[in-house]
């Protein structure tokens, strides 16, 4: 069975996992206080908006808490076929919703949420805790992109900001 999320939720997914991912790569090396200043509320709303829709979008209303390991998810996504390589710019441009799997559409609404349970309290998270959820940041990414090849945002979306980047390089600000 599959899932079919619009086009902005995965715009927004998408967003909030690479920016997350990034975010938490730079986190590992800094003070925890300044990743937890960085994701105020106007950039933690927005991220359980997107968990709210991932789960109202779930038939079987358990929210998102299906037991799917990272390698489990990743290994099951087939790249993208000679066909998706050739059209996936021109499908990708009409394409008004995408379909997913249960248990990816589970795994994307886990990861951000226990992104925020990370960021709700002031102790950083071991290092191997913070790793893990940077891994699996990238395998919603991964997902996504398999997913959705030819998805037009996509590019763009790979220069998200993030907390803690250097400044001289180009970024695409968060709406």
């Given at each position: 069975?599959?899932?079919?999320?619009?086009?902005?939720?995965?715009?927004?997914?998408?967003?909030h996992?690479?920016?997350?991912?990034?975010?938490?790569?730079?986190?590992?090396?800094?003070?925890?206080?300044?990743?937890?200043?960085?994701?105020?509320?106007?950039?933690?709303?927005?991220i359980r908006?997107?968990?709210?829709?991932?789960?109202?979008?779930?038939?079987?209303?358990?929210?998102?808490?299906?037991?799917?390991?990272?390698?489990?998810?990743?290994?099951?996504?087939?790249?993208?076929?000679?066909?998706?390589?050739?059209?996936?710019?021109?499908?990708?441009?009409?394409?008004?919703n995408?379909?997913?799997?249960?248990?990816?559409?589970?795994?994307f609404?886990?990861?951000?949420?226990?992104?925020?349970?990370?960021?709700?309290?002031?102790?950083?998270?071991?290092?191997?805790?913070?790793?893990?959820?940077?891994m699996?940041?990238?395998?919603?990414?991964y997902?996504?992109?398999c997913?959705?090849?030819?998805?037009p945002?996509?590019?763009?979306?790979?220069?998200?900001?993030?907390?803690?980047?250097?400044?001289?390089?180009?970024v695409?600000?968060?709406?």
């Amino acid at each position: 069975m599959w899932i079919q999320l619009p086009k902005k939720t995965v715009i927004q997914l998408y967003r909030h996992c690479r920016e997350a991912e990034r975010s938490v790569d730079a986190a590992l090396w800094t003070k925890w206080c300044d990743l937890t200043n960085y994701y105020a509320e106007e950039r933690t709303a927005p991220i359980r908006q997107t968990i709210e829709a991932l789960n109202r979008g779930l038939p079987d209303g358990r929210g998102c808490s299906f037991g799917c390991t990272r390698d489990e998810l990743t290994g099951a996504v087939p790249t993208p076929g000679l066909f998706r390589v050739l059209f996936g710019k021109w499908l990708g441009g009409v394409k008004t919703n995408w379909p997913f799997l249960p248990q990816e559409v589970h795994f994307f609404g886990s990861t951000l949420d226990r992104l925020l349970q990370y960021l709700s309290v002031p102790e950083k998270p071991s290092q191997d805790e913070l790793i893990a959820l940077r891994m699996d940041l990238h395998a919603c990414a991964y997902v996504i992109e398999c997913r959705c090849y030819g998805l037009p945002e996509r590019a763009e979306l790979q220069r998200i900001e993030h907390f803690n980047q250097s400044s001289p390089v180009a970024v695409m600000k968060m709406m």
